[in-house]
């Protein structure tokens, strides 16, 4: 018995040592340099490189923590985006307006303004690309009414409706009980659209990390999603 320990502990001794993520002392440096509160630490696929989250940003850094990046990390090889790719799973999507059509099995994010014209004629042309999951972040950025619009839309009892009723017919929300509070949900898109540097709309985002900041038609949209167009 005493032998068989003895192999076992051998056997142990030799195996690699696992790899610790250096979590302590990132968080330590950005906390006390940067002063931000760190969500997560986890490694990335470029050795020595850790991927920081802190206050909604994705950030990079060193394991010594003496240099950090605010930038997009891509893989070479494939030119993926994958600093953009993770910023798109990162979305609160219950914040959103959920639209499916067929099997909705291609998703695409969009910031929009019930008041952007754009929006609107973006709005229509989504109709025409099959099988979406299309979710709206509603981004009131043009003024009094659009926030007005937004409330309605957002306090309707079917969202989906409403907003596409508003954006394809100009068909007005009803107007919001009173006891109806948005507000929440309307200063985190907010925020987030600020995070994200969002400043106008429309404002497309896909699954593989694509951005498209302005209008862009249906079949451009298509092809996005299909992956046939680069970032």
Not at 106 to 130: H, S
């Amino acid at each position: 018995m005493k032998r068989l320990i003895s192999t076992l502990l051998l056997g142990l001794a030799a195996l690699p040592v696992l790899a610790q993520v250096p979590d302590a002392t990132i968080r330590k440096a950005f906390e006390e340099k940067l002063k931000t509160k760190i969500a997560k630490i986890s490694k990335t696929p470029m050795p020595g490189i850790y991927e920081v989250i802190a206050d909604g940003q994705i950030l990079y850094a060193d394991e010594k923590a003496g240099y950090f990046i605010h930038g997009d990390m891509r893989e070479l090889r494939t030119l993926r985006n994958l600093t953009a790719e993770k910023k798109f799973s990162m979305l609160p999507l219950e914040l959103a307006v959920k639209t499916v059509r067929g099997s909705g099995k291609n998703v695409v994010v969009t910031f929009e303004d019930p008041n952007c014209g754009y929006c609107k004629k973006l709005a229509k042309d989504l109709v025409k690309v099959k099988d979406t999951t299309v979710y709206t972040f509603v981004y009131s950025v043009l003024g009094e009414d659009s926030v007005a619009k937004s409330k309605a839309i957002l306090c309707a009892t079917d969202r989906s409706k409403a907003w596409n009723e508003w954006m394809q017919n100009n068909i007005s929300p009803p107007a919001p009980a009173a006891s109806c509070d948005v507000s929440s949900i309307m200063n985190r898109t907010a925020e987030l659209g600020q995070q994200l540097g969002i400043r106008g709309t429309p404002f497309l985002m896909f699954a593989n990390g694509q951005q498209a900041p302005g209008y862009i038609p249906a079949d451009e949209i298509a092809k996005r999603l299909a992956g046939d167009v680069g970032s």
